[in-house]
């Protein structure tokens, strides 16, 4: 009797307390669950075998990396059907694993599993996962980290981000606005918010694919000192600034943030980098920053921001993002990271939120990749490709739903007699 689909739907709602909104279906052709309601596919055993030695997110990771669960409709709304089920649960709802386990017949089903599964051990986890070495936030962890997230091919992030080649949040003037004219504005608003002028020099830290360095030495004639960990970003700038005409003014390095020391620099920006800092070594980055400005010099820091937890000491980081997407990654409140920059000696100015400018990025990204699919599977792994798939959509509905947020903080290094440099009604910038 082909009825693994069954038992699968029926274990899942014993451990959640909860009826499962979507379809299941099964190796043996078996389906259950709401009709018309779209499908987690389980295309194989070994997926319930990933399931039962790593019960949970990294599980799951790990049978959609390696191809073992699919869905079958909307990605979308898969996602958000099952983040409402597990993770949005307000405390109290539903059970716990453990107490889950201490009920006779979830005991029984995961016996049941345990034979359906079929022959052990586990499976490996697929070639993408990180392997954890070392201390984090080191410059050596630090390098490997980067790396391993965007050391993924060039080619690779042409298709996602298309032809901008910037990997943060745009700018939005409308939904229907092109990704490249949203981008556009969003460069041209850290350049705005920082004031340049020509003559100025500018470091650009994670410089990425060098837009932000270009487009400020070609639109602002600022010196531009961009610097990244990875060795495929740098050549892909140094090559951009050149075929620009722009080498005379856009430096790219490989060079950690802690090793700059030719300032005083103009105005910093810190576009999407802060996120791979590290609570630990935050406060350094904040002052190694402020070091580097002259006195009045401006920063921008474009962060992604988390909510905050009652008891922010359980704070953990997402499994499936720590393993796969961006290993050693932290995220912190907007209050924290207000709070470090102004213990580093900043004066923030002017806080904005972006939050729902990055969910329309995401899913731009994400129909870029669906179309380029066949090609980026090519360029890299199908596993590779479907974690970008997955965490790019996942992150999209938590944008959506304010679970995160993303900030654009600026700071100045306000000298001591007091002048800010910056306007009576200072959002000249809009």
Known sequence: MADA??????LVEQLVGAPLPLRIRAWDGSQAGPPGAPALVVRNRRAVRRLLWKPGELGLARAWVAGDLDVEG???TVLDLVSGLLW????????????ALRDPEVRAAVRGLVRLAGPLPPPAPPEEEVRRRGHLHTKHTD??????HYDVGNDFYEIVLGPSMVYSCAYWPAPD????????????????????????????VGCGWGSMAIHAARAYGVHVVGITLSQEQAAYARKRAADEGLTDRV??????YREVEDGPYDAVSSIGMAEHVGAERYLEYAGDLRRLLRPGGRLLNHQIARRPQRDESAYSVNEFIDAYVFPDG??????????QLERAGFEVRDVESLREHYALTLRRWVANLEAGWARATRLTTPGRARVWRLYMAASALAFEHNRIGVNQVLAVRTPDAGASGLPLR???WN
């Open 88 to 99: 949005e649960r307000g405390e109290g709802d539903g059970r716990s694993l453990g107490a």
């Open 143 to 148: 390098r490997r980290a980067i790396s391993h």
């Open 5 to 10: 689909a069954l038992r699968l739907k029926g």
């Open 330 to 339: 932290e995220l912190a409140p907007l209050g924290t990271t207000v709070t």
């Open 177 to 204: 606005s092109t990704l490249e004219a949203a981008q556009h504005d969003k460069l041209d608003l850290v350049c705005r918010k920082l004031a340049l002028e020509p003559g100025m020099r500018l470091l650009d």
């Open 74 to 76: 909307d990605l979308y």
């Open 426 to 428: 200072a959002r000249t």
């Open 251 to 256: 430096e790219i390095r490989v060079q950690d």
